[in-house]
């Protein structure tokens, strides 16, 4: 997944206003993007090591915003259960080094509180996004990584009409299968 070009237009170095010299053409379509991490009660420290290093995976194969130009996602990290908490916020680190070092550094947080997807994803669209790159084209990804069901799918089937009245692309990534969240998402 390259989000730095993708299939998006791109508009030359001369029209974008944040461009170094030298540097290649700017994507038209900046992309935020939002991973969810599941620390719910049943989230096992081999289940949260397979779904961090998933997402090192993918920062590790992305070109990250170093700047204001739109070249690169730009990236915030939230962990959820039943509460919603911010990890990683956009405007936390400007280097790829740095941010996935802060995302080897993330750590399991023991609780006792079941799985609430739907409030993770209506936190993500209501509150992580309000802090997004000015323009109409921005490209909104939210990326939830789930160990199993959720407890609310009902707000699974509202945070997804959300989304749409948002313009944000949700994306579901569960190491157990889960037929609600499935049925939720369609």
């Given at each position: 997944m390259n989000a730095e070009v993708g299939s998006a237009p791109l508009i030359p170095p001369s029209l974008c206003p944040h461009h170094r010299p030298g540097g290649h053409e700017c994507p038209a379509y900046p992309t935020e993007l939002v991973f969810g991490l599941d620390m719910s009660d049943d989230v096992t420290p081999a289940a949260f090591k397979r779904m961090r290093s998933s997402l090192l995976a993918l920062l590790e194969d992305m070109s990250i915003s170093e700047s204001n130009c739109p070249t690169g996602a730009r990236v915030a990290v939230v962990g959820y259960s039943a509460h919603t908490k911010h990890l990683i916020r956009f405007h936390d680190y400007h280097r790829k080094s740095q941010l996935l070092e802060a995302v080897r550094n993330i750590a399991l947080e023991r609780t006792a509180s079941r799985r609430h997807l739907g409030a993770a994803m209506?936190?993500?669209?209501?509150?992580?996004?309000?802090?997004?790159?000015?323009?109409?084209?921005?490209?909104?990804?939210?990326?939830?990584?789930?160990?199993?069901?959720?407890?609310?799918?009902?707000?699974?089937?509202?945070?997804?009409?959300?989304?749409?009245a948002l313009n944000i692309m949700p994306a579901v990534v569960a190491l157990r299968h889960s037929i609600n969240t499935q049925k939720a998402l369609q």
């Amino acid at each position: 997944m390259n989000a730095e070009v993708g299939s998006a237009p791109l508009i030359p170095p001369s029209l974008c206003p944040h461009h170094r010299p030298g540097g290649h053409e700017c994507p038209a379509y900046p992309t935020e993007l939002v991973f969810g991490l599941d620390m719910s009660d049943d989230v096992t420290p081999a289940a949260f090591k397979r779904m961090r290093s998933s997402l090192l995976a993918l920062l590790e194969d992305m070109s990250i915003s170093e700047s204001n130009c739109p070249t690169g996602a730009r990236v915030a990290v939230v962990g959820y259960s039943a509460h919603t908490k911010h990890l990683i916020r956009f405007h936390d680190y400007h280097r790829k080094s740095q941010l996935l070092e802060a995302v080897r550094n993330i750590a399991l947080e023991r609780t006792a509180s079941r799985r609430h997807l739907g409030a993770a994803m209506r936190f993500v669209g209501n509150n992580v996004f309000k802090r997004v790159r000015q323009g109409v084209r921005v490209r909104k990804v939210a990326v939830f990584l789930s160990n199993g069901p959720s407890q609310d799918s009902k707000d699974i089937v509202t945070a997804v009409m959300e989304y749409r009245a948002l313009n944000i692309m949700p994306a579901v990534v569960a190491l157990r299968h889960s037929i609600n969240t499935q049925k939720a998402l369609q």
